[in-house]
């Protein structure tokens, strides 16, 4: 399994911007998908974007132009870029490692601790 690491979580007004970071331990990153996923108070863990080996993506169609995964192979390292922020946007965000390309969290065996995202309206 590999160990996962977010930060860049904070308060943002509506309308601006943040990028989360999620530092991946283990020489085997690149073969993972890499997942975001987040999860208000009293609701589900929903997917929110991924980044398959290849790098293709996906995204959940809440934020569809809006935000924006990526990843650094050489720095073990995957983004979330996050832009045009609204209050639903609020909640803990999780990045996720996963041998399939899937949205379901079920198939994500590793997680990291997750970083808060507050956007104030």
């Known amino acids: 399994q590999v160990q996962l690491v977010e930060s860049g979580g904070g308060l943002v007004q509506a309308g601006g911007s943040l990028r989360l970071s999620c530092a991946a331990s283990g020489r085997t990153f690149s073969g993972y998908t890499m997942g975001w996923f987040r999860q208000a108070p009293g609701k589900e863990r929903d997917f929110v974007g991924l980044?398959?080996?290849?790098?293709?993506?996906a995204y959940a169609d809440s934020v569809k132009g809006r935000f924006t995964v990526s990843r650094d192979n050489a720095e073990n390292t995957v983004y979330l870029q996050m832009n045009s922020l609204k209050a639903e946007d609020t909640a803990v965000y999780y990045c996720?490692?996963?041998?399939?390309?899937?949205?379901?969290?079920?198939?994500?065996?590793?997680w990291g601790q997750g970083t808060q995202v507050t956007v104030s309206s």
């Open positions: 996720a490692a996963s041998i399939y390309v899937s949205a379901a969290p079920t198939d994500f065996k590793s």
């Open positions: 980044i398959d080996r290849g790098s293709g993506t």
